[in-house]
């Protein structure tokens, strides 16, 4: 009885763990499958560094990725997919790399981990304060803002969020919109919405560093394809702002050295691409020198003036010039000279004195 009672009762327990080992594997398995796809789904976009080197990986949310080597004449860019918790970077055909994704961090084939830069603090949320009072005071504002940014499609979102700014240009909440319309227009792969939303997001806060390396990726990119100068020029433009900012006071030095040290070589890059500047203009010739005058020649030896007996007064007056006085007796007139008296006679010359 006792032999047939547990006869009886084996098949029930194995039954009971091969029904626990099911649930087990199931279990297991559908939870591999929910953090392969949160890590296919989730963004890995960011500035890592691979730990103990100076080498630094940047991933866009659609741009492809910049892979800087300290000594590569230039940084290695490409694409990138992701399979699972796989990522792998392409440069035209080739493989350049290949990561597992795990948390902030990335694993290459050879166990070296890429630390991913701390992200930068997000803005505050727009509808409090520290104090909770409203900061959109308008309720059809508010209202709008809200329907905008709950949106769950990404196109809807997008749209609604443009026509937010359309109806209320001088928001308070016109930098966290664009800034939302930033991530949206990336989720979308729409290059020149992304570079538009970038843009106006730099006219309310220039200082932004997510909008200025997303331009700068754009531009440079735009640049490398189109070879248009003025493309080049923005980009290098931007890339050199994006030297310029000061490292947030909310940051440590740590962190922003990373977060520096993965995006600096990307300026660096784009400035290279710039036209080089036009030489300076030459400065213009000196005068010329003013030709020597010459001297006026010595007048000529002349001889002094003569007179003589028979001249007549014309020929007195050429050689001496006209005479102080005259005076007139008869036939006679006399010319009175400085220091010479001529006596005429009938219009001659009769005497000298």
Same mark, same amino acid.
């Given at each position: 009885?006792?032999?047939?009672?547990?006869?009886?009762?084996?098949?029930?327990?194995?039954?009971?763990?091969?029904?626990? /080992?099911?649930?087990?594997?199931?279990?297991?398995?559908?939870? +591999?499958?929910?953090?392969?796809?949160?890590?296919?789904?989730?963004?890995?976009?960011?500035? $890592?560094?691979?730990?103990? *080197?100076?080498? @630094?990986?940047? #991933? =866009?949310?659609?741009?492809?990725? /910049?892979? @800087?080597?300290?000594?590569? @004449?230039?940084?290695?860019?490409?694409?990138?997919?992701?399979?699972?918790?796989?990522?792998?970077?392409?440069? =035209?055909?080739?493989?350049?790399?290949?990561?597992?994704?795990?948390?902030?961090?990335?694993?290459?084939?050879?166990?070296?981990?890429?630390?991913?830069?701390?992200?930068?603090?997000?803005?505050?949320?727009?509808?409090?304060? %520290?104090?909770?009072?409203?900061?959109?005071?308008?309720?059809?504002?508010?209202?709008? $803002?809200?329907?905008?940014?709950?949106?769950?499609?990404?196109?809807?979102?997008?749209?609604?969020?443009?026509?937010?700014?359309?109806?209320?240009?001088?928001?308070?909440?016109?930098?966290?919109?664009?800034?939302?319309?930033? !991530?949206?227009?990336?989720?979308?792969? !729409?290059?020149?919405?992304? +570079?538009?939303?970038?843009?106006?997001?730099?006219?309310?806060?220039?200082?932004? /560093?997510?909008? /200025?390396?997303?331009?700068?990726?754009?531009?440079?990119?735009?640049?490398?394809? *189109?070879?248009?100068?003025?493309?080049?020029?923005?980009?290098?433009?931007?890339?050199?702002?994006?030297?310029?900012?000061?490292? &947030? %006071? !909310?940051?440590?030095?740590?962190?922003?050295?990373? #977060?520096?040290?993965?995006?600096?070589?990307?300026?660096? %890059?784009?400035?290279?691409?710039?036209?080089?500047?036009?030489? %300076?203009?030459?400065?213009?010739?000196?005068?010329?020198?003013?030709?020597?005058?010459? &001297?006026?020649?010595?007048?000529?030896?002349?001889?002094?003036?003569?007179?003589? +007996?028979?001249?007549?007064?014309?020929?007195?007056?050429?050689?001496?010039?006209?005479?102080?006085?005259?005076?007139?007796?008869?036939?006679?007139?006399?010319?009175?000279?400085?220091?010479?008296?001529?006596?005429?006679?009938? =219009?001659?010359?009769?005497?000298?004195?």
């Amino acid at each position: 009885m006792w032999s047939s009672a547990l006869k009886g009762k084996r098949p029930m327990k194995q039954s009971q763990w091969f029904r626990l /080992i099911g649930l087990a594997v199931i279990t297991l398995t559908v939870s +591999l499958a929910m953090a392969a796809q949160s890590v296919s789904a989730s963004s890995v976009a960011g500035a $890592y560094t691979k730990e103990g *080197t100076n080498i @630094h990986l940047f #991933l =866009g949310t659609s741009f492809g990725f /910049i892979l @800087h080597t300290p000594g590569e @004449h230039r940084p290695r860019t490409g694409n990138y997919t992701i399979d699972g918790n796989t990522l792998t970077l392409t440069e =035209g055909r080739d493989v350049q790399l290949i990561l597992t994704v795990q948390g902030d961090k990335l694993y290459d084939q050879d166990g070296n981990a890429w630390v991913k830069a701390a992200p930068a603090p997000a803005p505050a949320p727009p509808q409090t304060q %520290a104090s909770n009072q409203i900061t959109i005071k308008d309720p059809a504002e508010f209202n709008a $803002y809200q329907s905008a940014s709950t949106q769950s499609d990404p196109a809807a979102k997008a749209a609604a969020l443009e026509s937010f700014l359309q109806a209320y240009p001088q928001s308070v909440v016109e930098g966290t919109v664009l800034n939302t319309l930033i !991530d949206t227009y990336q989720q979308l792969r !729409d290059v020149d919405k992304v +570079l538009s939303a970038a843009s106006r997001l730099l006219q309310t806060d220039p200082n932004n /560093i997510k909008a /200025i390396l997303l331009s700068v990726l754009i531009k440079k990119d735009q640049c490398a394809k *189109t070879r248009d100068a003025q493309t080049c020029d923005d980009a290098a433009a931007l890339a050199q702002r994006g030297l310029s900012i000061p490292k &947030p %006071a !909310d940051r440590s030095d740590a962190d922003w050295q990373k #977060l520096t040290g993965g995006i600096y070589p990307t300026y660096r %890059a784009a400035i290279a691409l710039a036209r080089p500047a036009p030489p %300076a203009a030459a400065p213009p010739p000196p005068p010329a020198p003013m030709p020597e005058i010459a &001297p006026p020649p010595p007048p000529a030896d002349t001889p002094p003036p003569t007179i003589a +007996l028979g001249q007549t007064t014309d020929q007195v007056t050429a050689a001496f010039g006209q005479p102080q006085k005259i005076v007139k007796l008869g036939v006679k007139q006399i010319f009175y000279y400085k220091d010479m008296k001529v006596t005429f006679t009938n =219009g001659k010359v009769s005497n000298v004195e």
